[in-house]
């Protein structure tokens, strides 16, 4: 299957400073990148949908100046957490996709994110 | 609702089949049916998709129904190593492809 790398694996950071996670489609073209977050004994929740070269589309409840997406390249989007709290603790994991909304998507290994 | 029902935890035996059944009755004619299984601290690992007739590959079988409203994912024989969380999602065609994650079955496989 198609690879989706994610960096970094694990960040830690202060509360009030953003940080930024990439998402990389390595041996495809990934037209659409989606990001989620998921809680610990949760399931995975999505939070926007980002296609290359416009604005992403954000999830009913997700914040979009707080969590700022670019998807600036076919292999490349990120994900930007501005101003951290301890509440935006969690795993955020990108898939990608290649063409058309009935293709397969593939996740990348995640990030776990530990705000204090 | 877009999202399906699956039963919260299954357990198999290692080396017997296993199926995981997914109920979507609410499923219009151009979702695809995927299935996604997660490990812990690790992101979904693509293992099947389908729209209408049965399908195989190397990691399992997709069995749905005629009227579509539900499906059954195969394990042929159970390891270890197919301990995880398993999603039964809807593709939402009509919605750029997106999935909406359940809360999937958790299978226990024991040796």
């Known amino acids: 299957g198609a690879v989706v790398s994610q960096h970094p694996s694990r960040v830690i950071c202060k509360s009030g400073t953003s940080v930024k996670i990439e998402c990389r489609s390595l041996d495809f073209q990934a037209t659409t990148m989606f990001w989620y977050r998921q809680f610990p004994k949760q399931s995975l929740m999505l939070m926007a949908t980002?296609?290359?070269?416009?604005?992403?589309?954000?999830e009913q409840g997700v914040e979009k100046d707080k969590f700022l997406i670019n998807h600036a390249s076919l292999t490349l989007s990120t994900l930007t957490v501005t101003s951290a709290h301890p509440e935006d603790s969690s795993f955020y994991i990108c898939?990608?996709?290649?063409?058309?909304?009935?293709?397969?998507?593939?996740f990348g290994p995640g990030t776990r994110l530990l705000v204090l | 609702d877009a999202k399906t029902t699956q039963p919260n935890s299954m357990e198999s035996n290692e080396e017997e089949p296993v199926h995981l059944p997914c109920n979507h009755s609410?499923?219009?004619?151009?979702?695809?049916i995927h299935w996604y299984r997660q490990l812990p601290s690790q992101g979904p690992e693509y293992v099947i998709h389908g729209l209408t007739s049965n399908v195989n590959n190397r990691m399992a079988s997709l069995a749905i129904a005629e009227d579509r409203k539900s499906s059954t994912l195969i394990l042929h024989r159970a390891t270890l190593r197919d301990a995880a969380v398993y999603y039964c999602?809807?593709?939402?065609?009509?919605?750029?492809?997106?999935?909406?994650f359940g809360q999937g079955t958790e299978l226990s496989v024991k040796p």
């Open positions: 898939s990608a996709r290649s063409t058309g909304a009935q293709e397969t998507q593939y």
């Open positions: 999602i809807r593709t939402l065609y009509n919605q750029g492809g997106k999935l909406i």
């Open positions: 980002s296609n290359e070269g416009s604005k992403a589309t954000y």
């Open positions: 609410t499923i219009s004619g151009t979702d695809y």
